[in-house]
């Protein structure tokens, strides 16, 4: 099991943008198999799906989200991304990365909000003003 680390986050304006961060610790670059997202709970809510990318570089996105969030991997460094531009203070959650080195298979087409992965980060806060 991997110990996925999540960074990045923080309190910004509304319209402003964060980069969050995950260290995917297992994963290198000759890893051709895998499949990754994030995830975003706010109080009183239950966790939703946010974006996931597979290994052959196909992405989904929530439509809440589409258009101003981006999730793409660093191969040199290992790293998960999920660049957050036009933030809203309804985007205000704890955000989660998963991971596992394995095809997202059926997972691809299932709900985005199934936190069907085996590898969790612990969450970085995300806050937005208005």
């Known amino acids: 099991q991997m110990q996925l680390v999540e960074s990045g986050g923080g309190s910004v304006q509304a319209g402003g943008s964060l980069t969050l961060f995950c260290a995917v610790p297992?994963?290198?670059?000759?890893?051709?198999?895998?499949?990754m997202g994030w995830f975003r709970q706010s109080s009183g809510k239950e966790r939703e799906g946010v974006a996931r990318?597979?290994?052959?570089?196909?992405?989904r996105y929530s439509d809440s989200v589409k258009g101003r969030f981006t999730i793409s991997l660093d191969n040199a460094n290992n790293t998960l991304y999920l660049q957050m531009n036009s933030l809203r203070p309804e985007d205000t959650a704890m955000y989660y990365c998963?991971?596992?080195?394995?095809?997202?298979?059926?997972?691809?087409?299932?709900?985005?909000?199934?936190?069907?992965?085996?590898?969790w980060g612990q969450g970085t806060q995300v806050t937005v003003s208005s």
């Open positions: 297992g994963y290198t670059y000759s890893s051709y198999s895998y499949c």
């Open positions: 998963a991971a596992d080195l394995r095809p997202c298979g059926g997972r691809w087409l299932s709900s985005l909000d199934r936190p069907d992965f085996g590898n």
């Open positions: 990318l597979n290994s052959i570089g196909s992405t």
